[in-house]
């Protein structure tokens, strides 16, 4: 079985609550057992989560070495500039080590886009852009690092595909039974 989740912002990519902790979880939107999600998204990021009860299915999926495309779309603060997205292109130096190249490009804001709750902080004085960026590989919090690192702080984040699967019309805490 494989499942495509469209993860809510402040959502735990996990079943179980963590102590203290007011996010949701997995469990509070999908019913079905032994199913375990294949691969992260952070409690602030939003987008297509895919879980299965596949041990082989989720090793192809999350594998470093698998080279997974993700592909996100980031609503930066600031106008991302040319120079930006030739950095991320290039691959970004981060504490951990440098990013494998990725794919960068500045895009209009999705007109299909749902609100966040709570919205993103907005500042009066300083715009906001979008890029839709393509990795392969998954650090932990890399994207918002990358767009950092070139300049441009990550104010939301919306995973819209992993490799072939696509995140589609499914809405915030949607989730749909997908052919492997």
Known sequence: ???????????LSQFTPEPGSPAGTLADFISEPGVYAAGRLDRDSEGLLLLTDDG?????LTQ????????????????????ALSQLQAGVVLKDGKTRPATARAVSEPDWLW????????????????VELTITEGKNRQVRRMTAAVGFPTLRLIRVAIGGYQLGELQPGQWVSIAP
Do not use: C, H
Not at 56 to 60: D, I, P, S
Not at 65 to 82: H, M, N, R, S
């Open 56 to 60: 082989r299915l989720q090793a192809r």
């Open 64 to 83: 470093p070495d698998a080279k997974q495309p993700k592909t996100y779309l980031a609503q930066v603060e600031g106008e991302i500039t040319p120079e």
């Open 1 to 11: 079985m494989l499942i495509a989740f469209n993860k809510p912002f402040d959502v």
């Open 115 to 130: 609100p966040r709750t709570p919205p993103i902080r907005v500042r009066k004085n300083i715009p906001t852009s979008w």
